[in-house]
């Protein structure tokens, strides 16, 4: 569903708070959720434009004898897994636990693209994205360097800075972004923090996961996209 870019007349940001949480163990990698990113906000074509993407973890049984819990940590990402992915090249029997993490903007509340932006193009918004304006993006690149999730990439179009900004031309007329309506296993949760509906999947995760955590929390960035059962090789 495609919608008008522009945030609805009368929209009020301080009387929201968006979050978005991913259920890693719900991932089944099917890469859904990247194709109608694409589409929805017309990324650009190719293996190197992705405002979302799947990750696939696949950890490998130690040596004998190592003393070691855990193989090698690989991990790949076939065209940000829009397509699903191949079986591993890993035999079976030498894989100790394989998953998916869907990777996406973290919507720092303590933001470094918005710190380092020169003209003011990235900004924080109350209601908790950060967007980017390309109307005043210069596009030097400085964001993408600050990023330290590598959320960011030069559109090759407009020569302007691209992210996530969590359809926010849909969740601003009350749409899920494009990458949650699609989930077939409600991997990816959304919902509005001040104004909850009856039986909300965003409560109900927070309610469930209260040991969901962020990623690379450690950088000081308040990273507020939350996962579920995230394990301690996700980087």
């Known amino acids: 569903m495609l919608v008008s870019s522009h945030t609805p007349k009368g929209y009020d940001p301080t009387k929201h708070k968006w979050l978005m949480a991913i259920d890693v163990d719900r991932c089944i ?7 109608a990113c694409k589409t929805e906000n017309a990324v650009p074509v190719g293996p190197n434009y992705f405002r979302t993407w799947i990750e696939r973890y696949v950890i490998t049984r130690p040596e004998p004898g190592s ?8 991990v790949d990402s076939p065209n940000g897994g829009m ?7 890993v ?16 919507l720092c509340e303590h933001s470094p ?16 994205a950060v967007l980017v304006d390309p109307k005043y993006c210069i596009g030097c690149g400085f964001c993408i360097q600050a ?17 996530c900004s969590l359809c926010y031309h849909r969740i601003t007329r009350g749409l899920k972004p494009a990458c949650v309506e699609v989930c077939p296993t409600e991997a990816r949760v959304f919902g509005d923090l001040k104004n909850p509906v009856a039986n909300d999947p965003i409560h109900r995760f927070i309610e469930k996961n209260k040991a969901a955590q962020s990623l690379k929390p ?4 308040a990273p507020r996209v939350l ?7 996700v980087r």
């Open 227 to 233: 996962y579920a059962e995230l394990d301690k090789e």
């Open 91 to 106: 035999p079976k029997e030498q894989i100790l636990k394989s998953f998916y993490v869907p990777k996406l903007c973290n």
């Open 29 to 35: 990698g099917c890469g859904l959720c990247v194709e």
């Open 147 to 163: 990023c330290p999730y590598g959320c960011r990439f030069m559109n090759p179009v407009t020569k302007t800075a691209e992210k």
């Open 113 to 128: 693209c918005s710190q380092v932006c020169p003209v003011g193009a990235t900004f924080d918004t109350p209601d908790g």
């Open 67 to 74: 003393g070691e819990m855990r193989g090698e940590t690989l």
């Open 83 to 89: 397509h699903g992915f191949p079986p591993s090249l």
């Open 218 to 221: 450690h950088l000081g960035t």
